[in-house]
C-alpha cells in the first residue's frame, strides 16, 4: 500500500485561502468516506482537524474545511493565520491495511 | 484529562529489541481499537499496528510483520509494542494513538527509538 499523493508544499497570505489535495486509489479514498487530516507542528505530536472526510472535532476552527471527490480528498484552510503554519496530513482507512498516510504538505503562511 | 504517554524508546543495536508503553488515563482502552504510528526523523507519518479492543485482532504495517508484537493489558489501561530484531530504518518517533471514528484523535507525545551501532 503506498502512501497517498500530497503536494510538498502549499503558501498563502495572511487571511487567503488554500487548499492541500490528498490523491489515493480506488483502493482507500475512492471506496470509503473515511479521510481524516492532522495538523503537526515542529515537535509536537499531531493533531486531528478533520475526520470522515468533513466533520470537525469539537475545539477545531471552522476555517478547516474537508471536501472528497472520487479519489482525491482535499483540507481547505480559509482565513489563513500564522499559527495554521505547519505540517498537514491526509490519512484513509484502505482496503489492504487498515490505515495509510499521505506524504505530508508543509504551509507557509507568508 | 484524556491523556496518553509513551515511554520504553532509546538507543538499541541493530537486531536488539525494546518494548513500548502507552499509559492511558481519562478514559479506557478497553473501548478503544489502539494503534502505534512511527515518524523517522525529517519524515511522514506511518501507520504501524492496530490491536482491537479485546485484543483479538491485530494488525502490522508489512515491514514490521514477524518482528513487532501488539498487545494491551486493560486492567492496567496500558498499551505495549514489542519491537526485535531492530534496523536502522526502524528509527523513529513512536506514536500510541486513539482511534474514534475512523480517526486518530488522541495521540500520545512519542517516544524515541534510535537504531544505531
Known amino acids: 500500500q503506498s502512501a497517498l499523493t500530497q503536494p510538498a508544499s502549499v503558501s498563502g497570505s495572511p487571511g487567503q485561502s488554500i487548499t492541500i489535495s490528498c490523491t489515493g486509489t480506488s483502493s482507500d479514498i475512492g471506496s470509503y468516506r473515511l479521510v481524516s487530516w492532522y495538523q503537526q507542528h515542529p515537535g509536537k505530536a499531531p493533531k486531528l482537524m478533520i475526520y470522515e472526510v468533513s466533520k470537525r472535532p469539537s475545539g477545531v476552527s471552522n476555517r478547516f474545511s474537508g471536501s472528497e471527490s472520487g479519489n482525491t480528498a482535499s483540507l481547505t484552510i480559509s482565513g489563513l493565520q500564522a499559527e495554521d503554519e505547519a505540517d498537514y496530513y491526509c490519512c484513509s482507512f484502505a482496503r489492504s491495511v487498515p490505515y495509510v498516510f499521505g506524504t505530508g504538505t508543509k504551509v507557509t503562511v507568508l | 484529562e484524556v491523556q496518553l504517554v509513551e515511554s520504553g524508546g532509546g538507543l538499541v543495536q541493530p537486531g536488539g529489541s525494546l518494548r513500548l508503553s502507552c499509559a492511558a488515563s481519562?478514559?479506557?482502552?478497553?473501548?478503544?481499537?489502539m494503534h502505534w504510528v512511527r515518524q523517522a526523523p525529517g519524515k511522514g507519518l506511518v501507520w504501524v499496528s492496530r490491536?482491537?479492543?479485546?485484543?483479538?485482532?491485530?494488525h502490522y504495517v508489512d515491514s514490521v510483520k514477524g518482528r513487532f508484537t501488539i498487545s494491551r493489558d486493560n486492567a492496567k489501561n496500558t498499551l505495549y509494542l514489542q519491537v526485535n530484531s531492530l534496523r536502522a530504518e526502524d528509527t523513529a518517533v513512536y506514536y500510541c494513538v486513539r482511534e474514534s471514528s475512523y480517526a486518530f484523535d488522541i495521540w500520545g507525545q512519542g517516544t524515541m527509538v534510535t537504531v544505531s551501532s
Open positions: 481519562g478514559f479506557s482502552i478497553s473501548g478503544y481499537w
Open positions: 490491536i482491537t479492543g479485546d485484543a483479538r485482532t491485530t
